[in-house]
């Protein structure tokens, strides 16, 4: 198995209470060769609560920094017994345009290989999970999250564009939707990511759901190596050990469905191909 790069660890409120000790065993069980731990940074929520004169609920928790330094440092530790697994420090960065010299902060910072990033939420908005989709305007939420997402893209502060149709992830009829009025948008986001040299990532993480799809679809990593992408990523998008390396067999044969006969991985934010 070649690689798993977006993984979460107990750092992340939203992951199983698992160590990164505990991941290395289950990678080298599994005979995975690169994984990263890209714990959650909300970009918007880096600070404590007070920083934002605002409250800690469940839809908006703060102080992303304590996750980004438990995260990174036990990665640290870790990194000299991974053996044979070569562990990468990564970080999940959510909502990168609304805080991007922050965001470029933390893609400088030394111990980090490699930067996913992500939109989880549109501005002054909780994340896309929480949303009632009864009461959106759904063409228009979903407008407007790729446009959020163009704006990811034109930043520097990523290595990794992460789930590129996150914001269809919940929709009470994800299967019916009809992408084709946002394909100009996405396809001046992939035309922005390979301008760049960054990479797009093919994320499993709902392949266990009762209605398996992947974040994106085939049909857009194809769209994706049409336009000219070289740099694809794999992964599961793990919060708990159980799940790491889930189903990669299914996202290796989309990868090479879709013409890829390399994947990406990134050291220190170098890109290096590794054959497929
Ligand atoms: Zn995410
Ligand atoms: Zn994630």
Do not use: W
């Not at 994984?35 to 800690?56: G, L, W």
């Not at 010299?101 to 992500?118: Q, T, W």
């Not at 990794?160 to 299967?175: D, K, S």
């Amino acid at each position: 198995m070649i690689m798993d790069l977006h993984t979460h660890t107990r750092h992340s409120p939203d992951a199983a209470p698992d160590t990164v000790a505990d991941r290395i065993a289950a990678a080298n069980r599994l005979g995975l060769r690169y994984m990263a731990v890209t714990d959650h940074v909300e970009i918007n929520r880096y600070y404590p609560a007070e920083y934002y004169h605002s409250k800690e609920t469940e839809q908006f928790i703060y102080d992303s920094e304590a996750v980004f330094n438990g995260s990174a440092a036990e990665v640290a530790a870790e990194q000299a017994h991974c053996a044979p697994l070569i562990l990468l420090c990564g970080i999940e960065i959510g909502q990168i345009p609304q805080d991007p010299a922050l965001a470029a902060r933390l893609y400088h910072d030394p111990r980090v290989d490699l930067v996913i990033g992500s939109v989880h939420e549109l501005p002054g908005r909780p994340d896309f999970f929480f949303l009632d989709y009864e009461s959106e305007d759904i063409p228009a939420l979903i407008a407007a999250y790729f446009d959020e997402v163009l704006r990811l893209a034109q930043t520097d502060c990523y290595d990794i564009l992460g789930h590129l149709t996150y914001g269809l992830r919940y929709l009470p009829n994800r299967a019916a939707y009809d992408l084709t009025p946002h394909l100009p948008v996405i396809d001046e986001i992939f035309r922005t990511v390979i301008a760049k040299g960054k990479a797009v990532e093919l994320n499993g993480s709902n392949l266990k759901a009762a209605e398996p799809f992947t974040d994106p679809d085939i049909s857009l990593i194809r769209r994706y190596r049409t336009l000219g992408g070289r740099y694809l990523t794999l992964s599961t998008d793990a919060h708990e050990t159980k799940y790491l390396g889930y189903q990669m067999d299914v996202l290796e044969q989309m990868a090479r469905e879709a013409g890829f006969s390399e994947l990406t991985c990134f050291k220190k934010h170098r890109p290096f191909l590794i054959p497929l």
